[in-house]
């Protein structure tokens, strides 16, 4: 296992614990794949591609793609 998959699950865990939405939890993963990259643009398969890579974490596109709406209205 690498840092980043261990590091992850102990956030994605620890919010989860303090009753975090799942959401939201999401969202937090989503916007910090921006701050690796040092980008403003990104579509959800460079997203969850990035999700994967720096976190382990694969999710659907289709939820990437809602949660990226709900981050932008």
């Known amino acids: 296992m690498n840092k980043e998959f ?3 699950t102990s956030v994605f865990a620890e919010m989860a614990n303090n009753r975090v939405d799942i959401q939201k939890i999401i969202n937090e993963f989503i916007i910090s794949t921006y701050l690796l990259n040092n980008t403003f643009s990104q579509d959800s398969t460079q997203i969850r591609s990035e999700l994967v890579k720096h976190f382990d974490i694969d999710v659907p596109e ?5 949660q990226c709406k709900k981050i932008n209205s």
């Open 6 to 8: 261990l590091a992850s």
């Open 62 to 66: 289709a939820i990437i793609r809602t």
